[in-house]
């Protein structure tokens, strides 16, 4: 065995994500609470964006602040070494979350148990879906009235594309709600209504026709949970730790994240069963966890909450070998090598000085503009991590300098703003003019604030009307379909910042028009085909 397969092996890293208010933050901080990482709850702040209190720009600041902290959620549980990476659930940073998905090894959904699926949910489980990302769901909640568990399930197959397999399931529900059998362990556990007490009320149910049963929970229920199990194992595969892994089979646990109940359960199974660092394609080969040499890619690009400090804060996830402090690695883009003095782990809501860390770990690297999103370093192999691709903004508008003295800053402002992924750049082939693409339109005020708070430049926006951003792949680029269709359509060519030709198609109807007249071009709704 090599030295560090023992520490890949004791590393689970996972993203939780869900639809605003199902309940993510509350159970992010039940699992720290287990892990003793945190001593009370309320202890880990929401990040989300809450409407009508402040202007939504101070609001944002407020969630980026907060959004430092809770990046990356490190802690131990029965030996086990825990990386929760940070989702945002708002809309409008969908594609932060996209990018800290490429990070994980496996996902925990949660869904709200009277809502069911919904919008946010089936985004995020279709991008984790096409990735094969491991996933369990936690349908959160219980003490409320909702849908009931089989109407869930089906609702989760249906609308997500999955194939569930209960391993636990609920007794009674809201008022009602009694319990939860636990499948996978094969014991009831009480609802007591308290959250400090559930732990001691597991009872072990070997078989579910035992008499104990209803002494516990009463006949009427007892019955119901017996009929109802016998139906769900007979309807439902079997559990299957390789399915799982594949993306092809999705366990289910039912709880409340609020009382603390059911997640104990979900915690323990998911060390059991969720997947130590995967292996990751890259440009030329796939990498494993345990080869010697050290691999690893920026996910995540944080800016100072201090203006007067332009330092960032670049996120590496760990693939393959052991990354030291002062140690000297290559940045495979630019070909520089570089060396860390001083990189951060993350563990709860600290973060502090490592001299080593693992495959799965994330350590934060402190920046000055050297990386972008995507980037990856190695040891001198010269390979890239695929997989970040931009997708099609949603809102385009054109950025102008508002002061002709400070153009230097606005275009380094927009440059490092780009880099984090705030949002996208184009320039449009006739004229030069930049274009800004956004997934939300609350990142246009975030931009013109950070632009003048961090780089002392003021822009103002002006309304361009853009359907889509299309990544053009032309089939033979000298060809004459393809020459004429620059010609024709060159108001509306732009480049992104890496130099790929993008078609800003106006209207659905224009983006099918020309599809039709081009049949030999490609129009791509990502950066990466
Ligand atoms: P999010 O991060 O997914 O957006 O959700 P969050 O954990 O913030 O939870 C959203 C709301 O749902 C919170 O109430 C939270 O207390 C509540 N909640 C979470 N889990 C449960 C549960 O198991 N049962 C019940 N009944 N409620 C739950 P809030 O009023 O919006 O916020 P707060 O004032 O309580 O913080």
Redesign the pocket.
């Known amino acids: 065995m090599k030295n560090f397969e023992k520490e890949i092996n004791k590393r689970r890293t996972f993203g939780i994500v869900?639809h605003?208010?199902?309940?993510?933050?509350?159970?992010t901080e039940k699992l720290l609470l287990f892990g003793g990482a945190i001593q009370e709850a309320g202890a880990v702040k929401?990040n989300?964006i809450k409407k009508g209190a402040t202007s939504d720009f101070m609001e944002i600041e407020r969630q980026r602040g907060i959004s430092v902290a809770t990046s990356v959620l490190g802690f131990e549980y029965k030996d086990i070494k825990i990386n929760i990476l940070d989702t945002p659930?708002h809309k409008d940073f969908a594609e932060d979350t996209f990018r800290t998905l490429t990070a994980v090894d496996s996902v925990i959904v949660?869904v709200d148990v009277a809502k069911g699926v919904e919008e946010q949910t089936e985004k995020l489980v279709e991008v984790c879906r096409m990735r094969n990302i491991p996933m369990i769901v936690f349908i959160?909640?219980l003490?409320?009235e909702g849908k009931d568990a089989f109407e869930l399930l089906d609702e989760i197959e249906q609308k997500l594309n999955l194939t569930v397999t209960p391993l636990s399931f609920p007794i009674g529900m809201g008022y009602d709600f009694k319990g939860i059998y636990n499948i996978w362990e094969k014991n009831v556990n009480l609802f007591t209504g308290d959250p400090r007490k559930d732990i001691e009320d597991t009872v072990e149910i070997d078989d579910l026709n035992t008499e104990e049963l209803d002494e516990l929970i009463g006949s009427e229920a007892a019955n119901t949970l017996r009929e109802e199990v016998e139906l769900a194992q007979g309807v439902y595969p079997e559990f299957n730790q390789k399915a799982y892994r594949e993306g092809n089979l999705q366990p289910v646990f039912f709880g409340?994240?609020?009382?603390n109940f059911g997640v104990r359960e979900l915690l323990d199974c998911f060390i059991e069963i969720a997947p130590t660092p995967r292996p990751k394609e890259s440009d030329i080969r796939e990498v494993k966890p345990d080869e010697n040499q050290f691999t690893g890619f920026v996910f995540k690009i944080h800016a100072n909450m201090d203006p007067k400090h332009r330092d960032r804060l670049a996120f590496i996830k760990i693939v393959s070998g052991k990354f030291e402090r002062n140690k000297n690695y290559l940045h495979v883009r630019n070909g520089k090598k570089m060396k860390f003095s001083s990189p951060n782990a993350f563990f709860a809501e600290k973060k502090e000085i490592v001299d080593i860390s693992y495959p799965g770990d994330i350590v934060g690297l402190h920046d000055t503009g050297n990386f972008k999103i995507g980037d990856t370093l190695t040891e001198g192999e010269e390979l890239q991590y695929r997989g970040i691709p931009s997708f099609s903004p949603e809102y385009f508008r054109y950025i102008n300098n508002a002061d002709p003295m400070k153009s230097k800053q606005l275009s380094k402002g927009i440059d490092q703003l780009m880099d984090e992924g705030v949002a996208q750049l184009f320039t449009l082939e006739l004229n030069g003019r930049k274009v800004i693409g956004t997934v939300g339109a609350l990142q246009f005020e975030v931009i013109q604030y950070r632009l003048e708070h961090e780089y002392g430049a003021k822009c103002t926006y002006e309304n361009l009307n853009v359907h889509k951003a299309t990544w053009v792949e032309a089939e033979n680029e000298k060809s004459e379909e393809f020459k004429d269709f620059k010609r024709v359509k060159s108001k509306f060519l732009a480049k992104d910042k890496q130099g790929q030709l993008v078609f800003l198609a106006d209207s659905q109807f224009s983006l099918q028009m020309t599809q039709d007249k081009y049949p030999s071009i490609k129009f791509h709704f990502t950066s990466e085909f």
């Open positions: 869900s605003p208010d199902a309940g993510k933050t509350t159970l929401s989300k659930g949660v959160n909640k003490d409320r409340s994240a609020l009382n």
